[in-house]
């Protein structure tokens, strides 16, 4: 008895036991299901089903149900009860009604509770999220695990089945899909594919290259499986005893052609409840993920990151699935902390709530990368993170502003996350072709291509602050100058702009589109930035460009204070300069209070706050916040909400506002038919736009002030010299036949092959630490992960110098602060013996090709 009780416990204490369950959970518009990639998103839909019953009345759906309502993800489940089966996935018709008693809602799993008969199912949808491990963050892959116990003490005749359909694989339903079923001797697998795929497409936001997968271990209850017409292979189920007919169909077909569905089902036996849960595995793979164009111009392929461990989709299966128990806890201990952080950081569950939310959200619209060098290796240090601008301008490639809202959780989880993903954007600008005076506003607009964008836009001021703030905020938290030191110029070329554009914005727009002359919020970032670049020179040991910065944003706020705020003490910061009828929601104010760069005067933060408490008690806000500015009293943005309840330093107000978000993510109603947006009508919540937007990251706002801060380390790296190849490449090829032939030639690989080294280089260069150690630490809120004080401990060549600063820190209060993942630099510059013994391998393949060439054709003799 003492054994029993020892398990239950054990297994309640396994449990988010702070996740949200309850009314916010059930309620909420969309429920996250399997939110791995842009291209893997599955979600519940909620709106037109009464709370908590969407699970078994609606089918899950791509991330975009409101550009597309008819984007359903065919998901079934069902469980066989003593001869009766009932339905507890899905809306397939013909089953028994099950009844969903409970929701719980962390930022890893949704766990529904649904009543089956006799049988109490918790049916848990658990896509993990593995801050310090991007391997296993970068597989596309989520678990669907069902756990089941009598309600009345005795057995039951228990089968469990579970399908996906074919419209997992495009967004065209017309389209023909074909298909295989493996087995090996640990998994079986399911795997769908466009008969004609094309490669880095999509249609209707679901892509046209990649293959869906479904699979389960093979373990004692060995599953039972069948591939078919949907109402054909769920009839088999209900009325074979729950087994599957071990068969193919092969007649590949469209994929609404007879709905072709591919199913796996568990005969349990006699049972009072599973001794363990049920698990499938479903996923979506894509590979190359993307193509970047290099600063050389080189069309690169970007593989997902999870390659630099397993050759193929079936070995990652395999790990995925035999991961489970070890992945759930890890799931579940990341739960517990975040939520409880995120409870003592906003003061109420509500925050925690909203956490809970865009966790999957945000992780949900990035593909980790890595490319190969130029030895076909994977090259670990060339790790680039590329996100899509879901709900946002159509396949936007790391849309600025949107990654800066969303910079707080990757701050809050593991703050190595933001150089992978700034790196690219700093990389297509530095080449002499880029022109643009200021930060490009994204990599362009082909997603999975990122092609770069040199296009002129009128967000100078905003995009070129956006990119100076993330900069110094990975810099401050990961300690790894790196980044900010190679790109240096360039981050210095963009402040010169501020410096000569910033307090006056003119011809200058907003995150918001807005393009009114002198706005004050747009002004301060960018006077927040040109400190923010003292901060980064004064690290790197330039001090006269550090004092030149600090002078100018110290000169440019003291002129700002006077234009910006109204001679009415009463009044907080006006929209635009010399309007004291307008006001603003100051959320740009965040990145003082982030970076702890004091450029703003405490006078006019509590300033604010008396303002935006105003503006609630005199009915300016509305049900769902306040409007962005005074100029549109109808649009809200939930994450610059966020980032203003972050900025403020008056309690209740912070409360106040971060309630108002809330009541907009709980909100289920017909005009709100989108997965946690981002722009809504504040008077009636109707959405206006960002539909699954990663910018939602803007909810771990208040966290991310928690993060600590540490001493920044820069170790230059020097760029070896090649020049010793040209007399080697003349060398060689003087002695060849064919001498025009093998030189052009020669002269190609040698230039491949100088362009791919010069890229591993550039990427080694920004790849200076090993990964920082992950220790485990007690606070007042229990234990929580953090990252151990940097070493610096990588050997510098002879002339390298160590240049560092230590700022002020952040707040040690609890959160997850920063525990990195990055990989550790590769390789080093080739000898002049390997040089030429490398070109001499290069020039017996290039004799061989000519030799083919010059070869007679092939001759076939005919039968």
């Given amino acids: ?155 039951h005749d228990v089968q ?74 769920r009839a088999n189920f209900n009325n074979s005893e729950g087994h599957l007919a071990y068969s193919s169909d092969l ?29 499938w595995a479903v996923g979506y793979v894509r590979d190359p993920a993307l193509n970047y164009t290099t600063p050389t111009g080189y069309a690169q392929p970007r593989h997902p990151y999870y390659r630099t461990q397993y050759d193929n989709a079936e070995d990652m299966l395999n790990a995925f699935l035999t991961d489970f128990d070890d992945a759930q806890k890890r799931s579940t201990q990341l739960d517990q902390q975040l939520i409880q952080n995120a409870t003592e950081a906003g003061g109420s569950a509500n925050y925690s709530d909203l956490v809970s939310l865009a966790a999957r959200q945000v992780f949900g619209a990035i593909d980790i990368t890595v490319a190969e060098d130029e030895n076909g290796h994977w090259n670990t240090s060339d790790a ?23 910079s707080p959780m990757f701050l809050s989880l593991n703050a190595s996350y933001m150089k992978p993903l700034l790196y690219p954007l700093l990389d297509s600008q530095s080449p002499e072709s880029f022109t ?4 490009a506003a994204d990599l362009g607009n082909d997603y999975p291509i990122a092609s770069g964008n040199n296009n002129s836009h009128a967000q100078g001021v905003e995009q070129s602050a956006n990119m100076i703030i993330m900069a110094l905020a990975h810099a401050r938290a990961t300690g790894d100058g790196s980044l900010v030191g190679a790109y240096y110029g360039l981050l210095q070329k963009w402040t010169e702009y501020l410096v000569n554009n910033a307090l006056y914005p003119l011809d200058q727009t907003s995150a918001d589109n807005q393009g009114n002359a002198n706005m004050t919020n747009l002004a301060i970032k960018g006077i927040i930035a040109i400190r923010a670049m003292a901060e980064i020179s004064s690290a790197l040991g330039k001090h006269d460009d550090a004092q030149s910065y600090a002078t100018n944003a110290s000169s440019f706020y003291d002129a700002w204070e006077q234009l910006a705020l109204p001679t009415d003490q009463e009044q907080g910061l006006m929209f635009a300069y010399d309007d004291p009828s307008s006001w603003v929601l100051a959320y740009n104010l965040y990145a003082d209070r982030l970076l702890q760069t004091n450029v703003v005067n405490q006078t006019v933060y509590e300033r604010q706050n008396e303002a935006y408490g105003t503006l609630v ?14 100029t549109d009293s109808i649009s809200g943005d939930a994450g610059w909400l966020a980032f203003t ?29 989108a997965i946690f947006p981002l722009v809504y009508d504040v008077d009636t919540g109707g959405y206006q736009g960002g539909s699954a937007s990663p910018a939602q990251g803007a909810m771990f706002a208040l966290l991310a002030l928690n993060v600590s801060n540490h001493t920044i380390v820069y170790h230059p790296i020097k760029t070896p010299s090649h020049n010793h190849v040209g007399a080697i490449v003349g060398g060689v090829i003087g002695g060849l036949a064919g001498a025009a032939l093998l030189a052009l030639a020669a002269l190609f690989f040698w230039r491949r092959r100088q362009r791919m080294r010069a890229e591993a280089t550039r990427a080694r260069a920004l790849s200076p630490y090993s990964a920082p150690e992950t ?8 234990s929580v992960l953090v990252q151990s004080p940097r070493k610096g401990q990588m050997a510098m060549d002879d002339g390298h110098r160590e240049t560092a600063i230590s700022s002020a820190p952040m707040s040690s209060s609890s959160a997850l602060a920063s525990a990195g993942a990055q990989s550790r630099a590769q390789g080093s510059s080739s000898a002049p013996a390997e040089e030429l013994n490398e070109l001499r391998r290069e020039m017996g393949t290039l004799r061989q090709y000519i030799q083919e060439i010059n070869a007679p054709p092939p001759s076939y003799r005919e039968d």
């Fill in 617 to 630: 008690s005199n009915g300016t806000a509305r049900t769902y916040g306040l409007p962005i500015d005074s």
């Fill in 384 to 406: 680039m993170i590329f996100m899509k601008s879901i709900g946002g301008q159509p396949r936007r490639v790391n849309p600025v502003e949107t990654l800066y809202a969303a």
């Fill in 775 to 782: 220790i485990e630490t007690s606070t007042a809120s229990g």
């Fill in 1 to 155: 008895m003492l054994a029993l009780m020892l398990l239950l416990w054990a297994a309640y204490a396994l449990r988010p036991a702070l996740a949200q369950t309850g009314s916010f959970a059930s309620s909420i518009a969309a429920v996250p299901l399997a939110v791995r990639s842009p291209y893997f998103s599955a979600w519940m839909p909620s709106y037109n089903t009464p709370n908590g019953t969407q699970l078994v009345n609606k089918w899950p759906q791509f991330w975009a149900p409101e550009t597309n309502p008819s984007n359903i993800l065919g998901w079934a489940g069902h469980i066989r009860v003593d001869d009766l089966t009932y339905r507890w996935l899905g809306e397939a018709p013909g089953f028994a009604a099950t009844n969903i008693t409970s929701t719980t809602l962390t930022p890893t799993q949704t766990i529904y509770t649904v009543q089956a008969g006799p049988m109490n199912l918790t049916v848990t949808f658990l896509t993990p999220i593995e801050p310090q491990d991007w391997v296993r963050q970068s597989m596309p892959l989520s678990y669907l695990a069902l756990e089941a116990s009598s309600t009345d003490g005795r057995s």
């Fill in 645 to 673: 309840a972050a900025s403020v330093t008056n309690t209740s107000t912070r409360n106040e506002l971060i309630s108002m978000v809330h009541e907009h993510a709980a909100l289920n109603a017909s005009n709100s038919q």
């Fill in 251 to 279: 007649n590949f077909r469209a994929i609404t052609d007879d709905w072709p569905v591919f199913a796996l089902a568990v005969d349990l036996g006699s049972i009072s409840s599973t001794s363990s849960p049920v698990v």
């Fill in 436 to 439: 643009l005076p200021y930060a």
């Fill in 160 to 233: 469990v089945y579970s399908d996906i359909s074919a419209e997992w694989v495009s967004g065209n339903r017309s389209l023909n899909a074909n298909w295989s079923t493996t087995s090996t001797s640990q998994i079986i697998y399911h795997q769908v594919q466009l008969q004609t795929p094309i490669e880095l497409s999509e249609i209707d936001n679901q892509a046209t290259d990649g293959t869906a997968y479904y699979a389960m271990l093979l373990n004692t209850d060995t599953p039972t499986w069948q591939t078919g017409q949907d109402i054909l292979v």
